[in-house]
């Protein structure tokens, strides 16, 4: 005869019980959580002003990024374009792949590194960059209206102040750490 089997009702709870916090843990709140809310609004920002050119060029967001940075007639290389605009090197290196067959980007090797390819926006992503920051422009206008000139002002500089902390912050060395005991199922 096969063993008893414990109700899943009191699987349930015996779990429940041992994932619950400790009484005296802090709370999070995470639609009060800074990250959070810089988070979901940069991802709204990004994305209401993308279906705008998403749409009329048929280009995506790292494409869109791609070409902003690009757009004042620089030349760079996939890894600081990376750098540049905060994404990852496969998320770039797939926008370039798209932005190649597409004719938005011209890839070239570098005068002093052969292996190093530089990019730099064709005519056409030039046109693109042409009309979108007019708009890119008004969409932040329209965003920031609900600040006064002195709150803009100041946003300004506390999200400065914000990012060189969390630069200050990223550069640390991450902490040594207990290896965490393993939970019994």
């Known amino acids: 005869m096969p063993p008893a089997r414990r109700s899943s009702t009191a699987s349930f709870k015996t779990t429940a019980k041992s994932a619950a916090a400790p009484a005296d843990m802090p709370a999070l709140h995470l639609t009060r959580f800074l990250p959070y809310r810089l988070s979901v609004l940069a991802n709204t920002v990004s994305h209401t002003l993308a279906k705008l050119y998403e749409k009329r060029f048929g280009i995506t967001i790292p494409e869109w990024r791609i070409i902003a940075v690009l757009g004042g007639g620089e030349t760079m290389s996939a890894g600081e374009i990376a750098q ?4 990852d090197k496969v998320q770039v290196s797939r926008a370039i792949s798209r932005m190649l067959d597409s004719a938005l980007i011209l890839r070239e090797s570098g005068d002093t590194d052969r292996r190093k390819a530089l ?21 932040e206008e329209e965003v920031t209206d609900a600040l006064s000139i002195d709150e803009r002002a100041q946003l300004d500089t506390l999200l400065s102040r914000l990012q060189a902390r969390a630069d200050q912050l990223a550069a640390r060395p991450a902490p040594v750490t207990a290896q965490a005991e393993p939970v019994d199922e």
């Open 84 to 87: 540049r605009t905060a994404m």
């Open 119 to 139: 990019l730099t926006l064709t005519p056409k992503a030039l046109a693109i960059y042409a009309e979108i920051v007019p708009m890119a422009l008004t969409y």
